[in-house]
Structure formats: structure tokens, C-alpha cells
């Protein structure tokens, strides 16, 4: 069974719309009148009017369920969204509408077998993000998810929600999870520091931002050195990446 909505695409049920005619009297005849020939103006009555919409008394839409409903204002117009459709061409040209949630599904079991091969491929991805990267360019919208989801996630733990609901966890969540465990214990002062602060800025503004080194260029980590000497700090390159390396699994082994 099709839904209004997925009607709209289909050529079959409706072609494009001439013109939107809304008589101005109950009387009148809901056929638009003709224009003479050669005469391209707007006929009085023919939407949109300048200006564009406006709600009249009585035409206001009824309350709707508030919860998760985002609010818009066009024209002047109060907007409120209350589901989100995604509309994209399958590989013999179709157009195809679904939820954003099934389609973000469907893509994921299309690039990965289950979720054990999903986690797989994420623990064994040197830069996380370049995983999320490449998802992104196959029309995941991971801040359209977010949004819907109404959590600030990791792009790990929305896949893993969307397409095997696994339980979601923030950012903030997943570094506080980390610093309970000791994890640090095995580095000197120096090293601590540092690793608690990529996990702090992890929590802020996700994994991409700890797996590059420039972000030792930045505050808070110029209050520890240059990155020269908090690399050092660790015993050299070889060593702060194996570092890092271990903050990724150590956040994601949850």
C-alpha cells in the first residue's frame, strides 16, 4: 500500500501542476477562468499570493504532538515538521520516499553484513572518520540523524542504533566511561594531561578531532608545549600514535 506522499513522485497519478485556482466566493466556479491568448499575468485568486501565505481565521492547523516536532517559520509562516521523508533514485532510476531512519537502514546493509562485520571494519579503520567520511559521501546524513535521534552521538553509536538498535551513547558518555577505568595509569604526568584532554575534546567535537596531530597546535594543548615536546612526552611519534590508537579502542570497547 502506498502512502499519500509516495504518490507525489509518481507521473501515472499526477502530473506537474498547471496552476492552484481557490475560488474567492463559494459560489464561484472552481474552474479557474481562462486568460486571453498571450496574456501571462497571474490570475486574481491564483496561489501564490504576493507576499505568499498567510493563515486567515479558522485555517489554522490543529495542535499536533509536540514531542520531537521541529518548528520553522517560512514567509512568515509557522512550519512545524512532524516526519521526514527522504527522496533518492535507485539503480534503475526510480524515485524511491522512505523514512530517513529506513533509508540510512537500507544503506548500511547494503555496505556492511551485519554488525559484526560493521565493528570489524571500525576497529581495524586506522582514522575512524575516514569510515564516517565515506559514509557520508554514500548519503548518510549523519547531523539529520543526530538531530532525530536528539542525542550528541558519535557517528559509531548512530549506525549502530539506526541499523542494528543497539542502545546509543553520547560522546560525553563514552569518555566517562574511559577516565572510570585507570586507563591513564600507565603514562607519566605529561601523557595524562594530554590524554585527558583529547578525551575531553573528543566529547566535544567527536573523533575527528583527536586523530589529527594539529589539534596539539590548539588550546588547551599549548599550555603543555609545542607538539614537538608533548610528542616527546610520550616517548616520540611511534609511541603518541600508538597512544591514540589505544584511546580509540579504549572508547569504542563499550
Aim: charged share 35%.
Amino acid at each position: 500500500m502506498k502512502i499519500s506522499t509516495e504518490l507525489f513522485a509518481d507521473r501515472d497519478f499526477d502530473g506537474d501542476p498547471v496552476q492552484i485556482y481557490e475560488p474567492k466566493h463559494p459560489d464561484d466556479s472552481p474552474v479557474p477562468p481562462e486568460l486571453p491568448e498571450g496574456e501571462d499575468d497571474v490570475i486574481d485568486g491564483v496561489y501564490p499570493p504576493e507576499g505568499g501565505f498567510e493563515w486567515t481565521d479558522g485555517d489554522e492547523p490543529e495542535d499536533v504532538e509536540e514531542v520531537g516536532v521541529r518548528r520553522y517559520v517560512v514567509a512568515n509562516v509557522e512550519v512545524r515538521v512532524i516526519a521526514e521523508r527522504v527522496q533518492y533514485y535507485d539503480s534503475s532510476g526510480k524515485l524511491i520516499a522512505e523514512s530517513l531512519k529506513d533509508y540510512t537502514r537500507k544503506k548500511l546493509n547494503q555496505e556492511f553484513t551485519s554488525l559484526d562485520n560493521f565493528l570489524v571494519r571500525w576497529s581495524s579503520a586506522d582514522k575512524k572518520q575516514a569510515i564516517v567520511d565515506e559514509l557520508a559521501k554514500e548519503g548518510i546524513f549523519f547531523e539529520a540523524l543526530a538531530d532525530e535521534i536528539g542525542k550528541d552521538c558519535d557517528p559509531f553509536d548512530l549506525l549502530c542504533h539506526i541499523a542494528w538498535d543497539m542502545p546509543p551513547l553520547t560522546r560525553k558518555e563514552r569518555a566517562e566511561q574511559v577516565k572510570k577505568r585507570d586507563y591513564f595509569i600507565k603514562y607519566g604526568e605529561l601523557a595524562r594531561r594530554v590524554l585527558e584532554a583529547l578525551l575531553d575534546k573528543y566529547a566535544d567535537a567527536g573523533v575527528g578531532q583527536i586523530e589529527e596531530t594539529q589539534v596539539l597546535t590548539v588550546a588547551p594543548f599549548t599550555q603543555f608545549g609545542t607538539p614537538l615536546e608533548i610528542v616527546r612526552g610520550f616517548g616520540g611519534t611511534a609511541q603518541y600514535q600508538e597512544a591514540i590508537r589505544d584511546l580509540k579502542r579504549s572508547l569504542y570497547s563499550a
